[in-house]
Each structure stands twice: as C-alpha cells, then as structure tokens.
C-alpha cells in the first residue's frame, strides 16, 4: 500500500525553465511534507518542507506547494539547472516515520 | 560534514554469511534511528524503527530475525543482515532525528550499498 505517490517517473526540463514535480498521498492523518533530493549510492538530501498548516513555501528557486483537500503536493523549480539533475522525492512524516514516495526523475538539458 | 555516517559504505559477502551496517550520529544524540532499504529504481522503503535501549519496530513484510537492529547507545545502531542471500542485495540507508517535536531535523546517511554473491 504505497501511501505516498509520485506518478511520473521521469521528467526532463530545458535549463532555465520550471520543473514541477508532483507528489499525492493517502493518508490525511499526515501532517508535515518534506522534499528530497538524491543522487545515485548516496543518502538524500533535505530540500524544503511545508506543514499542513500552510499551503505555500518557498526557499530560493524551491518552492512547495500543499492542496491538502487533494492531498496533493508540488515541488516547483524555478529556473532549472543542469546540477539539478536527480532523483526527487517527497516524503510525509507519519508519528515520526518517513514515508517516501517513489520518486521522479528530473532531468535538465541545456 | 556528515552529520550521521554510515559504515561500511559499500560491503561484498558471501551468500549465507551475515554482515554488519553501523549508523552513528556524530555531534548529537538519537534516541530514534531508522533504517531504509532501496532496489534500483525504486523508492526507499522503510524497514523499521531502531529505538534507543528497546527493541526495534519492524514494518510488516520485513523479517526481524533475518534484519537484526540494536540501538545500544544514543549514537550508534547497527544493523545486521544474517545469512544474507544475493536478494537482501540493496542500498540500505539510515536516519537519526536530531532535536524534538517542530524544532527536529531528520538527517540521513550515505548508504551502504550490499552485495550478497
């Protein structure tokens, strides 16, 4: 039972442009969402995160975005870089547990 | 710098055999550590909870005489892969909460990536 989902497996972005990742859940007892970013045999890296109580935060080109009556959320990176290039996921915290999603692939081209 | 390490970041062993994965938090103490597993492609999977002078919480589906954690010390949890087959093969990744409630940050580490032959 995958709880936290990301649909789209691959994305590829021209440098410069946005990329929006997009992630939905199940569960609507979760209350914090966190975006991580990672790299092939390494651990992930902490991007951004946003409360449940919020519907907006933004760090730098990372912005996330919550809708919770869809449970759904976005992560937006504006513009995109080539050393963005990773595997993206996002993760809700459950009692202290992470749940990730299955991640995207971000790809960006010059 | 690495907040939390793992150790060893990449480890080769015999079918049969069962090997060792340390995970330390190195400037702060954890009460509560996680461990994750990876397939290629695929996302990371919670196996369980590694709780400080108890035992760990294991997901369902993760076999906890096959996995075996202890968490002896605020800093350290180990994680113990016995008579390891080429299928427990995986990138195996841990994490420590740093602080409490709000205010907590989760760090993870390397990874250790296990080849079972």
């Known amino acids: 039972d995958q709880q936290v989902k990301q649909n789209s497996p691959s994305l590829s972005v021209q440098e410069g442009r946005i990329s929006i990742l997009n992630c939905d859940y199940t569960?609507?007892?979760?209350?914090?969402f966190l975006w991580y970013k990672k790299y092939p045999a390494e651990g992930p890296t902490f991007l951004i995160s946003?409360?449940?109580?919020?519907d907006k935060n933004e760090d730098g080109r990372f912005t996330v975005f919550l809708n919770k009556s869809a449970k759904h959320l976005s992560l937006h990176i504006v513009p995109s870089q080539p050393g963005d290039s990773a595997v993206y996921f996002c993760?809700?915290?459950?009692?202290?547990?992470?749940?990730f999603g299955t991640g995207t692939r971000l790809q960006v081209f010059p | 710098g690495a907040v939390v390490s793992q150790h060893p970041s990449r480890v080769i062993c015999k079918s049969g055999t069962s090997v060792k994965i340390e995970c330390r938090s190195l400037?702060?103490?954890?009460?509560?550590m996680f461990w994750y597993r990876q397939f290629p492609k695929q996302s990371l999977m919670l196996m369980a909870t590694?709780?400080?002078?108890?035992?760990?919480?294991?997901e369902q589906g993760v076999e906890k005489d096959k996995f075996l954690i202890n968490h002896a010390s605020l800093t350290l949890s180990t994680l113990t892969v016995t008579s390891a087959h080429p299928e427990d093969s995986s990138f195996y990744i841990c994490?420590?909460?740093?602080?409490?409630?709000?205010?907590?940050?989760?760090?993870f580490g390397e990874g250790s990536w296990l080849t079972v032959v």
């Open positions: 994490s420590a909460i740093r602080g409490r409630g709000t205010g907590n940050t989760i760090y």
């Open positions: 569960n609507s007892m979760f209350d914090y």
């Open positions: 946003i409360s449940s109580i919020k």
């Open positions: 993760a809700a915290i459950n009692t202290d547990k992470l749940i």
């Open positions: 400037d702060f103490q954890a009460t509560t």
């Open positions: 590694s709780n400080e002078g108890s035992k760990a919480t294991y």
